[in-house]
């Protein structure tokens, strides 16, 4: 299991904290000094069944500094989208918890950190 995090996050220690708890090995991957790859990120999106604004945190100051809150939400606007949270990190949703089954949930939920828990 992988679980990308930003230590400053109160929702990432409490994802970390939650899969502690239930015994499970894990890889902590600090996205922000770490950053996914185009491939990776689209890997995950893939996996998690949500297009980049879905995941994007747009209220965070980098992305009015680097334009994405103004950015279409479309298909033509994708690659953009990724390239754009690739480059500043900080702008993907955290934390995301991809289990051995390769499955993916943003863990700021109890029931999504069940949700991963229990297909482990």
Same mark, same amino acid.
């Given at each position: @299991?992988?679980?990308?995090?930003?230590?400053?996050?109160?929702?990432?220690?409490? &994802?970390? =904290? &939650? $899969?502690?708890?239930? !015994?499970?090995?894990?890889?902590?991957?600090?996205?922000? #000094?770490?950053?996914?790859?185009?491939? *990776?990120?689209?890997?995950?999106?893939?996996?998690?069944?949500?297009?980049?604004?879905?995941? %994007?945190?747009?209220?965070?100051? %980098? =992305?009015?500094?680097? !334009? $994405?809150?103004? $950015?279409?939400?479309?298909? #033509?606007?994708?690659? *953009?989208?990724?390239?754009? @949270?690739? %480059? /500043?990190? +900080?702008? +993907?949703?955290?934390?995301?918890?991809?289990?051995?089954? !390769?499955?993916?949930?943003?863990?700021?939920?109890? #029931?999504? $950190? /069940? /949700?991963?828990? !229990? /297909?482990?």
């Amino acid at each position: @299991m992988e679980i990308w995090v930003n230590p400053a996050c109160s929702k990432c220690r409490t &994802a970390t =904290a &939650a $899969l502690d708890e239930a !015994g499970v090995d894990y890889t902590v991957r600090r996205y922000l #000094e770490d950053p996914p790859t185009v491939n *990776e990120l689209e890997a995950v999106l893939d996996r998690l069944r949500l297009e980049p604004w879905d995941v %994007a945190r747009t209220s965070e100051k %980098a =992305a009015h500094e680097v !334009g $994405l809150a103004d $950015l279409p939400r479309d298909a #033509e606007h994708r690659a *953009e989208w990724v390239a754009r @949270m690739v %480059a /500043q990190p +900080i702008l +993907i949703q955290r934390p995301i918890i991809t289990n051995d089954h !390769g499955e993916s949930v943003i863990g700021r939920t109890p #029931e999504a $950190l /069940q /949700q991963v828990l !229990g /297909q482990r």
